[in-house]
């Protein structure tokens, strides 16, 4: 008398109601890709050209984003190299509640490696022109450099002094002036606000 194999009676599985709708059934592990039905397995072709745009396309709306990421939460470091503390007082008053700095999404920030915009209020001395450089270059790019003041820009009161070296563009690179003795807040910010304007 034969035996019969108790594997050769186990039921096969049966499939979910979603797999039977559908008419598919659940793929074994480590079977690979499934064939089409013409028998031939779907390869992907390294370097495809079709990809390319769609790559560029992806990149250059990632690149739009940033840029509008940028423009609407820039973060302010301030450094003074050296003045009377007058524009120092004025670009805290820009944060007060009256002026309100903050509702065009600038933020105070106090480590150069997490700043945009560099703001500088009074004239370099020969202490600070090592530090400025410094903080300049732990700055990640893209970075702006804001001149306030008038000691600022061109030195002031102070110009020809035995231990002034002069304004902030002798040493960093500048994009945006704002003159004034002391500058009033509506300045600074609108000269933040074209800086911003001219983000692209």
Known sequence: MEQTRTYDRLPTPRRSETERAEGTSRQPRGAGPRRSRSGHRPQQIA?????EPT?????????AVVRWARRKSPWI???NTGGCNGCDIEILATLTPRYDVERLGILKEGS????????????????????LRRIYEQMPEPKWVV????????????????????S?????????????CPCRPE???DGLAQLLGSIE
Request: net charge positive; proline share 5%.
């Open 55 to 63: 790559k560029r396309r992806l990149q250059r709306y990632v690149d």
């Open 77 to 79: 470091l301030h450094y």
């Open 112 to 131: 150069p490696r997490h700043a945009d915009i560099l703001l500088c209020t009074g004239p370099v001395t020969l202490q600070s022109r090592d530090r």
């Open 168 to 180: 902030v563009d002798q040493v960093v690179p500048v994009d945006m002036f704002i003159p004034g």
């Open 47 to 51: 370097g495809d050209s079709r990809s």
């Open 187 to 189: 300045a600074i910010i």
């Open 147 to 166: 001149s306030v003041g008038t000691c600022s820009c061109s030195g002031g009161v102070f110009k020809g002094a035995i231990n002034i070296v002069g």
